[in-house]
């Protein structure tokens, strides 16, 4: 049987976001699933537009997502170099072959010349075609001109592993550079050689490529090389599916995620349910579980949309799946500034208080500050409460007030402050909405917090008799 083989082949020309990296997940997953290998090759053949640091950014994004490669850049393998730029020898040995076979030349004309024969195209009501102006004895090829692929327009047929059978005419293949003048050679051309040579068995790449695959497909016969199963991904739109999701578009650096305090195994399920399901309601899937799952099959012909609110509770439901002891290792760097000096111990039990309710690791200091240092009081929070706003000021004192003298009488574990806020509502006859959440923005003001009766617990007696006489003074005055 042949060993699967799949590669990412990103250029080397800014950030990664979640268009190219949902590539790379589901060429990890063919290959993960196959007990393939999983290779990063990286086409740095552009050196106009390549952005210093982006192989550091590509590699700590894949890292982070958990998409590890046992073959290609920094880790080698037996088809070393996996920079296109450090094969460029390779690329011209190939290149040499095909204008050996009569199948490429010397592209001798001036970019005056070209544009002049574009612009006759254009009055001519015509599409421009390179191989209309073919050189009738072009010049020996010495590096110093660009080189060209001699095409064999013809309709041509393909099957796609995910947009099925498609054709094209003739008009969809012309004479494309394969070598620039400058010595390097265009994507067209070297990434076909490096996934021959590499034996690539699944080629997968976006959408805006397909209009380019009749090119690929002519290349690969004049070089008499089997081409791989090929897969066009759908684009990822914006939210509105009215646009493809683009760096120009404010798409982010993956990486802003983990800054912004999001899980790499939410990302992971996000991006493989971007234009993928296994044929079930099943939303939440760990990584094992994709990779035994995924098929090119199953991923869908149209574009997914990127929903980011889905991507906010699917990370809270991992956030919850975590182990207590896992979440407090990944929140090091999330903690507020007061809590520094506080112990694991005093920091796991509000951790265990707020899990529940962070959606994202950065939230970590809105939902717990209030444990550790004095909150500032914001009388807005009980004004806008669609409840306790329609209260007078002396109602609110007189709550205040019996909440206070009860839970004096409190044993502060748990259960006690459960039973004490139970008979409190007895005693007041108000409903819990109103009470509790007044008794909760006065200890705490914030906008969320845990169970009250965990919070006041963990807060302590002492701190919650001084919060609950600053909240009176605050009403009063």
């Known amino acids: 049987m042949t060993t699967i083989r799949t590669r990412f082949a990103p250029s080397p020309t800014g950030f990664m976001h979640v268009g190219g990296v949902r590539t790379a997940l589901f060429a990890w997953l063919i290959a993960q699933k196959n007990n393939g290998t999983f290779i990063l090759r990286i086409e740095d053949t552009d050196k106009a537009r390549e952005v210093d640091g982006s192989i550091a950014q590509i590699e700590k994004s894949l890292h982070w997502l958990g998409i590890d490669w046992t073959e290609g850049i920094t880790v080698g393998g037996p088809y070393a170099p996996y920079l296109q730029s450090e094969r460029l020898d390779i690329y011209k ?29 254009v009055a001519n009501n015509k599409a421009f075609l390179y191989r209309d102006h073919r050189p009738e004895n072009p010049p020996v090829w010495d590096g110093t001109q660009p080189l060209r692929f001699k095409s064999d327009p013809k309709s041509c047929k393909w099957t796609d592993a995910v947009m099925g059978e498609l054709s094209t005419g003739p008009e969809a293949i012309d004479d494309f550079i394969l070598i620039k003048s400058d010595g390097y050679p265009t994507y067209n051309f070297c990434h076909i050689i490096d996934d021959m040579l590499m034996q690539i068995t699944h080629v997968l790449r976006s959408q805006e490529f397909i209009s380019s695959t009749p090119k690929f497909l002519n290349l690969y016969e004049a070089l008499g090389i089997e081409r791989p199963i090929l897969a066009t991904l759908p684009y990822v739109m914006a939210i509105d599916g009215k646009k493809k999701l683009g760096k120009r578009d404010g798409a982010k650096d993956i990486l802003e995620y983990d ?10 399920n996000f991006l493989a349910t971007l234009g993928w399901n296994d044929g079930t309601e099943q939303e939440i899937f760990t990584p094992s579980e994709l990779i035994e799952k995924f098929s090119l099959d199953r991923v869908q012909k149209s574009p997914a949309r990127f929903d980011e609110k889905r991507l906010l ?8 799946k975590l182990s207590l002891d896992d979440l407090f290792e990944r929140c090091t760097i999330f903690w507020p500034e007061s809590a520094k000096s506080i112990g694991n111990s005093a920091k796991k039990q509000i951790l265990m ?19 550790f240092e004095e909150p500032t009081p914001n009388w807005s929070m009980v004004t806008e409460n669609n409840q306790l706003g329609k209260m007078s000021r002396d109602e609110i004192v007189s709550l ?8 004096s009488e ?17 005693t007041t006859g108000q409903k819990p909405g109103i009470l509790f959440s007044l008794i909760r923005l006065a200890v705490s003001w914030a906008p969320f917090s845990p169970a009250l009766n965990e919070t006041l617990s963990a807060l302590g007696n002492d701190r919650v008799q001084s919060r609950l006489q600053s909240a009176i003074e605050t009403a009063s005055n």
């Open 400 to 407: 205040l007030n019996s909440a206070k003298t009860a839970l």
């Open 410 to 426: 409190s044993n502060f574990d748990a259960e006690s402050l459960q039973n004490t806020l139970n008979s409190l509502l007895e």
């Open 353 to 371: 208080l707020v899990q529940d309710r962070l959606k994202t690791l950065a939230e970590l200091p809105m939902m717990t500050s209030y444990f």
């Open 259 to 268: 800054t912004d305090g999001y899980l790499p195994e939410a990302m992971m």
């Open 93 to 121: 040995q190939w290149a040499q072959k095909l204008v050996d076979n009569g199948r490429a030349y010397a592209d001798p004309y001036s970019q005056t010349e070209l544009e002049e024969f574009r612009n006759a195209a």
């Open 313 to 320: 509770w699917l990370n809270g439901q991992w956030i919850r």
